[in-house]
């Protein structure tokens, strides 16, 4: 009750920078109950706690953008309307990252391990598929591949569950993060040695070099997730308010495709930049 009281659609939609700051509260106050009441399972509880955090918020907004379809007439004019709540979910979502980051940094190596043993074991399933030098056109489709079936999760779970993209986003969140601290975690001994850094130094250059490796490309997919979250979402409600050969519901169904093609055109940009722009990035800043 406390928690899901604390903003509004509005409000978040007011105020999208302050969505940053939730989702380090939801992700730290999720880490220290996951922590000490299901400690041996605290890699997936903390996901769900922290998705329970977001879910009222996410079903408002569900509500709220279907209400923004039935009064615009333009499809541009949808589109802008719907920037907002995209912008503040955005920010949400660096802010879980921030925060479960942080936790994974600032605790000991032990409890880490612990926090966040599952998704440890995705990066490492992931990191064994990738083998050799593989051509960048056959990476990136790849990379769209599977992003692709991401962001089907999130239409539907967002269409069947209402708030469902947020597991999806919110366990993506937490992968980022482990991703990002044992990125941190494995350059700093080295990088500190080299350069001569002071330790604080050393840890705030690496952590930039790990958000920089990441979210270049992760902020576009992240955008489309949510795009496709709003979408499943806002169909969900239609399908529970109106009947499904009334005009108001062909409209929101119509303004939802608009949002996936969006979705995916905002998917293959990310592809694009993983493949081509990050790698280059992290070359030059090294």
């Known amino acids: 009750m406390v928690l899901e009281s604390l903003i509004t659609p509005k409000g978040a939609e007011r105020h999208p920078l302050t969505m940053f700051l939730f989702g380090m509260l939801y992700s730290s106050i999720a880490i220290f109950l996951g922590l000490w009441i299901f400690r041996d399972q605290a890699s997936l509880i903390v996901v769900f706690l922290t998705v329970f955090a977001c879910i009222p918020l996410m079903v408002r907004t569900m509500k709220f953008e279907e209400k923004k379809d039935l009064m615009l007439k333009k499809e541009a004019s949808m589109l802008l309307h719907h920037e907002k709540a995209m912008k503040f979910f955005i920010f949400l979502f660096l802010g879980i990252v921030f925060g479960y980051s942080l936790w994974f940094l600032l605790l000991p190596p032990t409890i880490v391990q612990s926090l966040f043993s599952v998704q440890l074991a995705t990066i490492n399933a992931i990191n064994n598929k990738v083998t050799g030098d593989a051509a960048s056109a056959s990476l990136l489709l790849g990379i769209i591949a599977n992003n692709l079936k991401v962001l089907l999760f999130c239409l539907f779970f967002s269409f069947f569950y209402g708030a469902g993209a947020i597991f999806i986003l919110t366990w993506n969140a937490s992968v980022i993060a482990a991703a990002i601290g044992s990125f941190v975690r494995n350059n700093i001994g080295e990088y500190a040695s080299q350069i001569g850094l002071i330790k604080v130094a050393g840890y705030m250059h690496i ?21 496709a979250g709003i979408a499943g979402g806002i169909i969900s409600v239609a399908v529970l308010r109106h009947n499904l050969f009334d005009p108001d519901f062909n409209k929101v169904l119509k303004d939802a495709g608009w949002l996936v093609l969006l979705a995916l055109i905002v998917l293959f940009l990310a592809g694009l930049t993983e493949v081509y722009v990050t790698p280059g990035l992290i070359t030059t800043v090294l």
């Open 207 to 227: 952590f930039s070099l790990g958000l920089l490796r990441y979210l270049t490309h992760g902020i576009f997919e992240i955008l489309a997730y949510f795009i």
